[in-house]
């Protein structure tokens, strides 16, 4: 069985996605590292200790990452992730926190430490900045050949970002951390706005998990419609959500899910197109290419996993 670490900024998406990979028997959730973005990094540690005692499973230990990024030495939640999220970063549910504490374990070290542990049956998921597996593998280089698989949520190839025209928002948390992960040589996919906005839920879908009437199923479905009803200001020609997170979860889970471009990676870090993510000009013709950037969906199949596994999930929560 594959074991996942999920990297969180726990926010609506990052909620769902904790709640697919718990409802996906071919993986263990064996830890969530925690970082900053949609909320600050003791925020969303709270989040992902409540929302996985709510699904019911405080099994899985949570983890305190870096609390901004590896050129700034503080981090502001920004009002349009206040807006889009909720002022707690969980559409403004109000869940019990939970009675556990984060580990000890610094999450960069829980990491390396993992993929020591699991080698190439380790796959971590990042959908947030990437400056706790940046910094990972400055610490420990050689996990870039060790690990399984990296699958980020984050950038945009063939589309428009969501922060500018050309800027996707988990990569303008941290710019300089994405480069060098671009660049580190480790297998990553890159699950962007290509595909994520191509994944929309709709108040349809929520009232099936209100109509469970489990403590799980109020809080999913009150949180998501608290996230549809801010696309409906943000993007209102979309008609739904972005299921952001839980696509990258379901890559992990089942890469067949994309259509992937094998091509290096890089970002941007200076001028007016910082924070863009596009092909490596100089690496192109490299022989190794590290990175496979998801450029379809199986939109139908990816919606009926994603519906099926976590109603199942808040079912049997309670």
Known sequence: MKKLILDLDTGVDDALAISYALGSPEVELIGITGTYGNVLLDQGVRNA???????GHPEVRVYKGLPHSSTIDSFTVGEISAFIHGANGIGDVDIPDSGRAPE???AVDFIIDAVKTYGKDLVYVPTGPMTNIAAALAKAPEIKDEIGRIVLMGGALTVPGNCNACMEANISQDPEAANALFHSGAPVTMIGLDVTLRTL?????TQ???DLNTKAGDFLADMTDF????YETTSPHLGGCGLHDPLAVAVAVDPTLVDTLDINMKVDLEGPTRGR????EKRLNEPALTTKVAVGVDVPRFLDEFMTRITALAKHAG
Do not use: C, H, M, S
């Open 49 to 55: 200790l409540a929302v996985t005692d709510l699904l």
């Open 104 to 106: 000890a374990e610094p």
């Open 201 to 205: 839920l709709t108040y349809k879908e």
């Open 208 to 210: 099936r998990w209100r």
């Open 227 to 230: 996230y549809i009803k801010a």
């Open 277 to 280: 993510t596009i092909g490596d």
